[in-house]
């Protein structure tokens, strides 16, 4: 098995069905396209800017606050021993330092009042940054119900009878007739009925 420091989270399998393996990236562009990530972009900042103030101010966390919210969850995924929360840390690529760090942020996050989270917005991150919001975003659980979300899509396109690149040219037709706006309030089954009408239309039109 590689290290955990030769491979981005982002390349993480978190599903697969049959021959096809779908990755970390892929549920969250899913999440990007429902407009469903802005959100948790804007938490995980605040946390990180929790954390830089902390830090700036010299600030010592409750240890006993941190360490009752990790046991919680490792007793939550049933990680009993070290051993077996190393093992499920080191399947996600993550590490114990990560996941101390995550739960540290977690308490700064709701210990401190009046932080100003930065304002870079997730497709101009840098790639340390976006690395960390993978890791807060699979420790979370959030990683996890973008799967879920984005197999639904999935399950649907199987039943239509599409691949998953022609999903995606679909999505990112879409997208472009709509000025490439991704904070759509629709409901996601009005946001792929109309993205699959599209791709129907190309479809249709170029002869596939």
Sequence with gaps: MPSTESVSHYDLIVCACGDQEYTARDAIEAAIFRGE?????KKFLHSVAAEKQADELDLDPDESAISGAAEAFRY??????????EAWLENRGLTFD???DYFSRQYYAGALHDIVP????????????????????????????MTKELMCSESFLIVMGLSR?????????WGAIRSGSMN???????ITAAATRWLFRKHASANW
């Design 165 to 173: 690149h022609n999903l995606r040219i679909g999505l990112r037709g």
């Design 76 to 85: 939550e995924h049933d990680l009993i021993t070290a051993e077996e929360t």
């Design 37 to 41: 990530l802005d959100a948790t972009w």
């Design 184 to 190: 759509c309030s629709r409901s996601r089954r009005h």
């Design 98 to 100: 990560d996941f101390s």
């Design 118 to 145: 930065g304002e870079v917005e997730y497709a101009s991150a840098s790639s340390e940054l976006r690395e960390l919001f993978v890791a807060e975003l699979i420790l979370s659980g959030e990683l996890e119900r």
